[in-house]
């Protein structure tokens, strides 16, 4: 049986730095804040937003929301982005995405000024995730799931580890930020060949390939470490991961449940990426 290595305590630890430095900046009359960019009312986008509101209020942050309708031009979104970068009192600033199909995704993330890119987006952060440059920050799933590793105290120096997925929200960060760590890492695509055994070999598996239970017993073994990143709804309408559970859980060492891992820190990452923005600012 796998030690589950649930996101709750990881988030609670992290909660508790950020409410600390919330409440330092409180008392010289800063309140950070997080504006909320959204276009549209996709539900996930909207499940996500409710969640982000809820703990940046339990955690002293406001939040000024920003809603364009589903229809609106890019040079709206764009003035609105342009209006947040120019307002000292918005220290952070979340753009849902994807973006409508009338809009330039690369465009408007590079229109965002990237001290207030709490989440990532903007090429200049990721340069920083890979140059340890100081400006910007790291995407939040992906710095989630260091978090995760870090909290539970998994040492990654000289161990191998395999990503799979190498999208700029999750799978390359996520490489780049455990490559920081010390760790060799491997990382994979739609076209590697034979992932089955790149898994095996790793000490250290994350999983975000976005593929209800793609990677099932004949990618694990005894002593290794799984993160789970996926997201899915299956046919019962129960969360699942990318990694399938049943068949991980009886025979790895520890493993990040779905849901109740990775999701459950995102949103404190971010938290706390609003708050060291206000206080780098101020
Ligand atoms: P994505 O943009 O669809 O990227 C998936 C990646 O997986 C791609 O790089 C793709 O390779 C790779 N891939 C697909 N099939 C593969 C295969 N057979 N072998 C190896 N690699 C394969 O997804 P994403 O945005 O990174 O998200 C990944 C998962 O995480 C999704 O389930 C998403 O819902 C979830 N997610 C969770 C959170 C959270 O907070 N927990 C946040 C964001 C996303 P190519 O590049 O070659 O196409």
Same mark, same amino acid.
């Given at each position: 049986?796998?030690?589950? /290595?649930?996101?709750?305590?990881?988030?609670?630890?992290?909660?508790? *730095?950020?409410? +600390?430095?919330?409440e330092e900046l409180n008392t010289r009359g800063i309140v950070p804040t997080l504006a909320v960019v959204r276009v549209g009312e996709r539900e996930d986008d909207l499940s996500y937003e409710r969640g982000v509101v809820k703990r940046c209020e339990s955690l002293g942050v406001a939040v000024q929301k920003f809603v364009l309708d589903a229809q609106a031009t890019?040079?709206? /979104?764009?003035?609105?982005?342009?209006?947040?970068?120019?307002?000292?009192? /918005?220290?952070?600033?979340?753009?849902?995405?994807?973006?409508?199909?009338?809009?330039? @995704?690369?465009?408007? *993330? +590079?229109?965002?000024?990237?001290?207030?890119?709490?989440?990532?987006?903007? @090429?200049?952060?990721?340069?920083?995730?890979?140059?340890?440059?100081?400006?910007?920050?790291?995407?939040?799933?992906?710095?989630?799931?260091?978090?995760?590793?870090?909290?539970?105290?998994?040492?990654?120096?000289?161990?191998?580890?395999?990503?799979?997925?190498?999208?700029? =929200?999750?799978?390359?960060?996520?490489?780049?930020?455990?490559?920081?760590?010390?760790?060799?890492?491997?990382?994979?695509?739609? *076209?590697?060949?034979?992932?089955?055994?790149?898994?095996?070999? +790793?000490?250290?598996?994350?999983?975000?390939?976005?593929?209800?239970?793609?990677?099932?017993?004949?990618?694990?073994?005894?002593?290794?470490?799984? =993160?789970?990143?996926?997201?899915?709804?299956?046919? @019962?309408?129960?969360?699942?991961? @990318?990694?399938?559970?049943?068949?991980?859980?009886?025979?790895?060492?520890?493993?990040?449940?779905?849901?109740?891992? =990775?999701?459950?820190?995102?949103?404190?990452?971010?938290?706390?990426?609003?708050?060291?923005? +206000?206080?780098?600012?101020?």
């Amino acid at each position: 049986m796998a030690t589950i /290595l649930k996101g709750a305590p990881v988030a609670a630890a992290l909660n508790r *730095r950020t409410q +600390a430095l919330c409440e330092e900046l409180n008392t010289r009359g800063i309140v950070p804040t997080l504006a909320v960019v959204r276009v549209g009312e996709r539900e996930d986008d909207l499940s996500y937003e409710r969640g982000v509101v809820k703990r940046c209020e339990s955690l002293g942050v406001a939040v000024q929301k920003f809603v364009l309708d589903a229809q609106a031009t890019q040079e709206e /979104l764009l003035a609105v982005i342009d209006k947040i970068n120019r307002d000292a009192a /918005l220290h952070g600033c979340l753009l849902f995405r994807p973006l409508p199909p009338q809009m330039d @995704d690369r465009q408007v *993330r +590079a229109a965002l000024a990237p001290e207030k890119d709490v989440d990532g987006v903007t @090429d200049l952060s990721l340069a920083g995730v890979f140059t340890n440059a100081p400006v910007g920050f790291p995407p939040c799933t992906a710095q989630a799931c260091a978090e995760i590793l870090d909290f539970y105290g998994i040492d990654l120096s000289g161990k191998r580890v395999t990503v799979v997925g190498r999208s700029l =929200v999750v799978g390359k960060p996520a490489a780049m930020l455990l490559d920081k760590r010390n760790a060799t890492v491997t990382m994979c695509n739609s *076209r590697t060949r034979d992932l089955p055994n790149l898994c095996r070999e +790793a000490d250290v598996v994350v999983v975000a390939m976005g593929k209800m239970g793609a990677i099932g017993g004949d990618c694990l073994r005894p002593g290794q470490v799984v =993160v789970d990143v996926g997201i899915h709804v299956d046919a @019962d309408g129960k969360l699942r991961g @990318d990694v399938c559970f049943d068949q991980a859980e009886p025979v790895v060492e520890a493993i990040t449940p779905v849901p109740g891992g =990775v999701g459950a820190v995102t949103t404190s990452v971010l938290v706390s990426h609003v708050v060291q923005a +206000a206080s780098i600012s101020n």
